[in-house]
Structures are given as C-alpha cells and as structure tokens.
C-alpha cells in the first residue's frame, strides 16, 4: 500500500465524520486537562454540560471495572472514581464508539476494549505497577486504530473477519502491515498524538504487540499486551482475530507473573469482565 492509500484510510474516517465531530464537550475536557489551572471541580462543571456525555461517564462509573467500588451518584463522584487520566481516555473513545455502535464490529470491539481496560488494571495491581489508571486507559484505548479500519476500510475489515479462525493466519497486526503496509497500531498512535495524550500512552498503543521495540516504556506497553491477550482468553475478544498470541508468555514472564499469580489474574478478571457485561 502506497503513502496515498495510508492518507485515503485518514480520509475516508474523517469524510464519515471521524474525530473531527466529537461532541463540543470533549474538546472542552480535553483543553482543560491540558490546563495546569485546571481543577477537578472545572472537569465536573464541563461535563455536566452535556448531559448524554455526562451521563456515559455515570454509566462507565457503574461499570465492571469499577463494581467493587461504591456506586457513583454524581458525575463528581464518577469523576473522582474513574480518574482524570482515564477520563482523557473516555474522551478518545466512548464519543467515537457510541457514534458508530450500529457498523458492525464496533460493538465487539468495544466490549473487547473495555474488558482489556479491566484486565490491565487487575494486572497493574497484581504486579504493584505504579500507575493502575494509566494501565486502564491504556487498554482502554489500545484497539482505537482498529476502530478507524472498521469505519474507514469496511471491506478489508469483513474479509479479515472471514478468515479469523483460519489455523494459517497472522496475528491480526502482522496481517494488516502484510495487507496494507501498516496496522492498527500505527494509526491508533497517530490519532493519540492527535488528541495530544500523554507519550506514554501512545506508546504503548504503537507497541503493545510488539512491546520488546518500546523506547519510552516497555512495562506499560508490555502490561498492555497482557491485558489485551487476558482479555481474549476469557472470550471477549475482537472478531477480525480470534487466537492468542504465542509470545504471551514472554510478556507474563517479563512482568514477574508465575503461574499462580497467572491463574488468580484470570479468575478476578472473569469475574469483573462477567460483571461489566451483567451490568450493561
């Protein structure tokens, strides 16, 4: 694929509206976080603006991920709970996925995502990381290039879906550079820098499967892939690829993970994901 085609899949997400046509709101949030004058009653007070926003925060708030916790009542108390770097994520995603929930493989993808979001913050914790909110934001947001070729390349998106269970198929990420000369990885990257997130997000979103090649933070790109494999093996998987991969257990062992600790991170993740898609 030529640099043309690469800025063609650029063009086609935004000719669909894209990032540009995020709610008023998210710009807002974003420009304050931004902000060293920024509190965060002024993030709440933004928020509160817009009720259909506000109340997708309330309801990820009550979500899987955070089922352990009281239940939020206010957006100030959902705020609070989720974190001010996990909401920049929200802001990236939940705007974007809500939009196009109806073109299929959107839906799958962000129940994969969530889950992902869920399983890195329970191995963040496992293995004392010293950031769990930014663990969850980044496998929050770790497919959101994905979402990009779902919108933009529906075609080439359905034709990969065809093959998934194929026993003779590439990683999904490995298919699409084959396939198109880049993936989703890549384009995820693009679009966090875009949105000016932190560099140790996009990191981790341009090497979470290839986490040995990060330069800026391996340990987060690395738990990252684990949160990600974690969450296709207990079935929450997106449907362009349906296998784990092999070098998970490089990653697991790289992180300190044993098989013990392996298997609890496996059941406390089944029982929290199970619990996000009860509460949905």
């Given at each position: 694929?030529?640099?043309?085609?690469?800025?063609?899949?650029?063009?086609?997400?935004?000719?669909?509206?894209?990032?540009?046509?995020?709610?008023?709101?998210?710009?807002?949030?974003?420009?304050?976080?931004?902000?060293?004058?920024?509190?965060?009653?002024?993030?709440?007070?933004?928020i509160k603006k817009d009720p259909g926003f506000a109340t997708h925060i309330l309801k990820y708030a009550n979500s899987g991920q955070y089922i352990l916790s009281h239940p939020a009542a206010s957006i100030e108390q959902a705020v609070r709970l989720i974190g001010l770097n996990t909401i920049k994520g929200l802001c990236l995603s939940l705007p974007i996925f809500n939009k196009y929930r109806n073109i299929p493989g959107v839906r799958e993808l962000w129940a994969h995502s969530r889950a992902a979001a869920i399983c890195c913050q329970i191995v963040a914790k496992e293995i004392h990381f010293p950031e769990p909110d930014t663990a969850e934001t980044a496998g929050l947001i770790h497919d959101i290039g994905k979402l990009v070729l779902i919108v933009s390349m529906s075609d080439f998106f359905q034709s990969q879906i065809?093959?998934?269970?194929?026993?003779?198929?590439?990683?999904?990420?490995?298919?699409?550079?084959?396939?198109?000369?880049?993936?989703?990885?890549?384009?995820?990257?693009?679009?966090?820098?875009?949105?000016?997130?932190?560099?140790?997000?996009v990191d981790a979103i341009l090497w979470h499967h290839e986490f040995e090649k990060s330069p800026y933070n391996r340990d987060l790109a690395c738990l990252c892939f684990a949160g990600d494999q974690i969450a296709s093996m207990i079935g929450v998987e997106h449907p362009d690829f349906v296998f784990v991969e092999p070098t998970v257990g490089m990653a697991l062992k790289y992180?300190?993970?044993?098989?013990?600790?392996?298997?609890?991170?496996?059941?406390?993740?089944?029982?929290?994901?199970?619990k996000m898609i009860l509460f949905e």
């Open positions: 694929m030529t640099q043309d085609d690469f800025s063609k899949t650029f063009e086609n997400f935004e000719k669909e509206g894209g990032f540009s046509a995020v709610p008023e709101v998210v710009s807002n949030v974003m420009e304050a976080l931004d902000s060293d004058n920024s509190s965060m009653e002024d993030i709440v007070n933004i065809q093959v998934a269970d194929s026993p003779r198929r590439e990683a999904d990420w490995r298919e699409e550079k084959t396939l198109l000369g880049f993936n989703h990885c890549f384009i995820g990257a693009w679009f966090a820098r875009k949105f000016k997130l932190p560099e140790v997000l992180l300190g993970i044993h098989a013990d600790l392996f298997e609890k991170i496996l059941v406390d993740s089944l029982d929290r994901v199970n």
